[in-house]
């Protein structure tokens, strides 16, 4: 183990660069620094203003534009212009179906609840994690242009409610985007620590953060003790924020003009943000548009929006109620996101919770602001602040295809636990092989194993059925714990290793480097094998399907379908990703009703034999 000074203090990047804070947001994101007086700044790079929309456009070359020449593709080339895309982070197609009407772009659905959606544009699939990564890339170029220095290593945050997967997924942008990712830290803690909340470590408190965006709503109920914040609770609605405040005024402006047919709504919408907005600090909001009347005073304005505020006080008794407190028991209120703005906002909240809120910072800002700040202790330039210690590498098994899946973060806290399910990938597999590495590399190969155990005797059962839970533990003494359990027959098996046996900081400063220096390159690599494994698989259940229910299509669905899956193996075997998804893609499609003809067959048979 080591004290995140010792680690991080020696390597090279460290005396040259500055370690920077990114709020990556759903619309926009920005980031913000530590200057030389010690003061959180965000950054504004000349021209360009601080906020960057998170929005990716490619042209018909396959040229990419990021921010707010991005933004205006919105309207006019919808299908090839990425927004929303933190929505779709660590995400699988099950998970977004029901949202699928709101992207104006093409996700794939790979009819595989494991796997992460992708986006395709083009003829080119994209995964969220590279649509990040081109984020973040901006990010990084404007603040290098701004600061006249490298920036190479950052701390993200994420929203308190973001899983494993989501957060895992934030990591690999960061990395692909050529920065070292010194911690994911949660959107409400960070906006906490620019208020100063949670700095002293002999304090204890209780707060609650508001976070109204344009889109997004979530309140978190965190408990800070010992300079470590809990989080107690989170409630919310990814679905509703400022956007809803501005659409009520259209309808509301669309019903007093009696417009119909043609509808400039483009314009009325960003004329209806422009009047909410507006009357954050006056009554009264009177213009046109053309011969139409865009009036509105606050009154009418608050009484419109009111169920939607509504809506979120009842998220926060909600979380309220499951921290088990109360109102009262609330130190602290923080507002995050430019909606947070809107009085009649501030007035709920605060009436509430019974308490005035904390809304001096720039609420745009102060996630990005607390970042810097958490990277700036991180680095242990805060001498003031006590450091504790953490895992130098990250701490992982051996997936398909020889990645790396990290369980246990480096930068983590110790004493630290985490674990995931995973599954067997072939019929009838008895044995599971667990490797254990620690490193940041991409691939295992490049990492260093610490153990390999088998799990041996799970039951005989389909791929895809046994649940094997890996846990690992991580004690103060620097002790991991692997423990391997199905759950299904109980079977478990446990080893003991200690992670920083033999290593020396040389070492892990020289493993640090390589990830930042192969990110690029261990990222494509990475995503060609999971292409690859994702190939095999889905060959795997189409000639099961095809062996086991061959009669149930006709010679030319069969024949047909055969042709796709020599298509999809030449393809694995060519190991391009484009060709490989798109193959996989095209067999996907053409299968996927035969699965359904399937089903309702085997459901009206299960009819005809009950007697109703
Ligand atoms: P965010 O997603 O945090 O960047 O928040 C963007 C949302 O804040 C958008 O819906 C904006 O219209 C809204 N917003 C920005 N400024 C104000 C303001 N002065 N009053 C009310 N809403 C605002």
Same mark, same amino acid.
């Given at each position: 183990?080591?004290?995140?000074?010792?680690?991080?203090?020696?390597?090279?990047?460290?005396?040259?660069?500055?370690?920077?804070?990114?709020?990556?947001?759903?619309?926009?994101?920005?980031?913000?620094?530590?200057?030389?007086?010690?003061?959180?700044?965000?950054?504004?790079?000349?021209?360009?203003?601080?906020?960057?929309?998170?929005?990716?456009?490619?042209?018909?070359?396959?040229?990419?534009?990021?921010?707010?020449?991005?933004? &205006?593709?919105?309207?006019?080339?919808?299908?090839?212009?990425?927004?929303?895309?933190?929505?779709?982070?660590?995400?699988?197609?099950?998970?977004?179906?029901?949202?699928?009407?709101?992207?104006?772009?093409?996700?794939?659905?790979?009819?595989?609840?494991?796997?992460?959606?992708?986006?395709?544009?083009?003829?080119?699939?994209?995964?969220?994690?590279?649509?990040?990564?081109?984020?973040?890339?901006?990010?990084?170029?404007?603040?290098?242009?701004?600061?006249?220095?490298?920036?190479?290593?950052?701390?993200?945050?994420?929203?308190?409610?973001?899983?494993?997967?989501?957060?895992?997924?934030?990591?690999?942008?960061?990395?692909?985007?050529?920065?070292?990712?010194?911690?994911?830290?949660?959107?409400?803690?960070?906006?906490?620590?620019?208020?100063?909340?949670?700095?002293?470590?002999?304090?204890?408190?209780?707060?609650?953060?508001?976070?109204?965006?344009?889109?997004?709503?979530?309140?978190?109920?965190?408990?800070?003790?010992?300079?470590?914040?809990?989080?107690?609770?989170?409630?919310?609605?990814?679905?509703?924020?400022?956007?809803?405040?501005?659409?009520?005024?259209?309808?509301?402006?669309?019903?007093?003009?009696?417009?119909?047919?043609?509808?400039?709504?483009?314009?009325?919408?960003?004329?209806?943000?422009?009047?909410?907005?507006?009357?954050?600090?006056?009554?009264?909001?009177?213009?046109?548009?053309?011969?139409?009347?865009?009036?509105?005073?606050?009154?009418?304005?608050?009484?419109?929006?009111?169920?939607?505020?509504?809506?979120?006080?009842?998220?926060?008794?909600?979380?309220?109620?499951?921290?088990?407190?109360?109102?009262? &028991?609330?130190?602290?209120?923080?507002?995050?996101?430019?909606?947070?703005?809107?009085?009649?906002?501030?007035?709920?909240?605060?009436?509430?919770?019974?308490?005035?809120?904390?809304?001096?910072?720039?609420?745009?800002?102060?996630?990005?602001?607390?970042?810097?700040?958490?990277?700036?202790?991180?680095?242990?330039?805060?001498?003031?602040?006590?450091?504790?210690?953490?895992?130098?590498?990250?701490?992982?098994?051996?997936?398909?295809?020889?990645?790396?899946?990290?369980?246990?973060?480096?930068?983590?806290?110790?004493?630290?636990?985490?674990?995931?399910? !995973?599954?067997?990938?072939?019929?009838?597999?008895?044995?599971?092989?667990?490797?254990?590495?620690?490193?940041?590399?991409?691939?295992?190969?490049?990492?260093?194993?610490?153990?390999?155990?088998?799990?041996?005797?799970?039951?005989?059962?389909?791929?895809?059925?046994?649940?094997?839970?890996?846990?690992?533990?991580?004690?103060?003494?620097?002790?991991?714990?692997?423990?391997?359990?199905?759950?299904?027959?109980?079977?478990?098996?446990?080893?003991?290793?200690?992670?920083?046996?033999?290593?020396?900081?040389?070492?892990?400063?020289?493993?640090?480097?390589?990830?930042?220096?192969?990110?690029?390159?261990?990222?494509?690599?990475?995503?060609?094998?999971?292409?690859?494994?994702?190939?095999?698989?889905?060959?795997?259940?189409?000639?099961?399907?095809?062996?086991?229910?061959?009669?149930?299509?006709?010679?030319?669905?069969?024949?047909?379908?055969?042709?796709?899956?020599?298509?999809?193996?030449?393809?694995?075997?060519?190991?391009?990703?484009?060709?490989?998804?798109?193959?996989? &893609?095209?067999?996907?499609? !053409?299968?996927?009703?035969?699965?359904?003809?399937?089903?309702?067959?085997?459901?009206?048979?299960?009819?005809?034999?009950?007697?109703?």
């Amino acid at each position: 183990m080591a004290k995140v000074s010792i680690n991080l203090t020696t390597g090279s990047i460290q005396k040259e660069d500055i370690i920077v804070g990114i709020d990556l947001g759903t619309t926009n994101s920005l980031v913000a620094f530590i200057d030389p007086n010690g003061n959180a700044k965000v950054i504004n790079d000349t021209g360009k203003g601080v906020l960057v929309p998170s929005v990716v456009h490619f042209d018909a070359n396959g040229e990419v534009v990021v921010g707010n020449e991005a933004r &205006d593709f919105l309207i006019q080339d919808p299908q090839h212009t990425i927004f929303s895309v933190k929505r779709l982070l660590g995400r699988s197609y099950q998970d977004l179906q029901s949202h699928e009407a709101y992207f104006s772009y093409r996700i794939i659905d790979d009819a595989n609840d494991e796997s992460l959606v992708k986006i395709k544009v083009g003829d080119t699939f994209y995964t969220p994690i590279e649509l990040s990564a081109l984020i973040l890339k901006e990010l990084k170029a404007r603040a290098e242009h701004a600061l006249k220095t490298n920036v190479n290593r950052a701390v993200i945050t994420v929203p308190a409610y973001f899983n494993d997967s989501q957060r895992q997924a934030t990591r690999d942008a960061g990395k692909l985007a050529g920065l070292d990712v010194l911690r994911i830290v949660n959107e409400p803690t960070a906006a906490s620590l620019a208020y100063g909340i949670g700095l002293n470590p002999d304090e204890q408190k209780t707060i609650a953060v508001y976070d109204l965006g344009g889109g997004t709503f979530d309140v978190s109920i965190l408990k800070i003790e010992n300079g470590i914040f809990e989080v107690l609770a989170t409630n919310g609605n990814t679905f509703l924020g400022g956007d809803d405040f501005d659409r009520a005024i259209v309808d509301y402006w669309i019903a007093q003009n009696n417009l119909s047919g043609e509808i400039p709504m483009q314009e009325l919408r960003l004329k209806a943000e422009e009047a909410k907005k507006a009357l954050s600090h006056q009554n009264l909001f009177n213009e046109k548009i053309g011969d139409i009347f865009c009036t509105i005073d606050k009154q009418t304005f608050e009484s419109l929006i009111n169920d939607k505020v509504q809506e979120t006080i009842s998220a926060c008794k909600n979380a309220l109620k499951d921290a088990e407190l109360t109102a009262s &028991d609330i130190d602290e209120i923080v507002m995050v996101g430019g909606s947070t703005r809107t009085d009649l906002v501030k007035k709920e909240v605060s009436a509430f919770f019974e308490k005035p809120v904390n809304d001096s910072i720039n609420p745009d800002e102060v996630v990005a602001l607390g970042a810097a700040l958490q990277a700036d202790v991180l680095s242990g330039n805060r001498k003031d602040i006590l450091l504790l210690d953490v895992t130098p590498l990250s701490l992982g098994i051996e997936t398909m295809g020889g990645l790396m899946d990290t369980i246990i973060p480096r930068n983590s806290k110790v004493p630290t636990k985490a674990g995931r399910q !995973y599954t067997t990938s072939i019929d009838g597999q008895v044995n599971m092989k667990i490797a254990v590495y620690q490193g940041e590399r991409d691939l295992v190969k490049e990492n260093r194993k610490l153990a390999e155990f088998e799990l041996k005797g799970i039951p005989s059962m389909p791929a895809g059925l046994p649940k094997v839970d890996i846990n690992f533990l991580l004690n103060a003494d620097g002790i991991l714990r692997i423990q391997a359990v199905e759950l299904r027959s109980g079977v478990k098996q446990e080893v003991d290793v200690k992670p920083t046996y033999g290593l020396k900081d040389e070492e892990v400063e020289q493993m640090l480097l390589d990830a930042v220096t192969y990110a690029k390159d261990d990222v494509s690599q990475r995503m060609v094998v999971e292409a690859k494994t994702e190939g095999d698989q889905m060959v795997y259940t189409v000639e099961r399907f095809l062996n086991k229910n061959g009669s149930f299509l006709n010679q030319e669905e069969t024949s047909h379908t055969k042709e796709l899956v020599t298509k999809l193996k030449v393809a694995i075997k060519n190991t391009n990703k484009d060709e490989i998804l798109s193959a996989i &893609d095209a067999l996907n499609e !053409y299968t996927r009703p035969f699965a359904e003809r399937l089903m309702d067959e085997a459901v009206s048979q299960a009819m005809r034999g009950k007697n109703i």
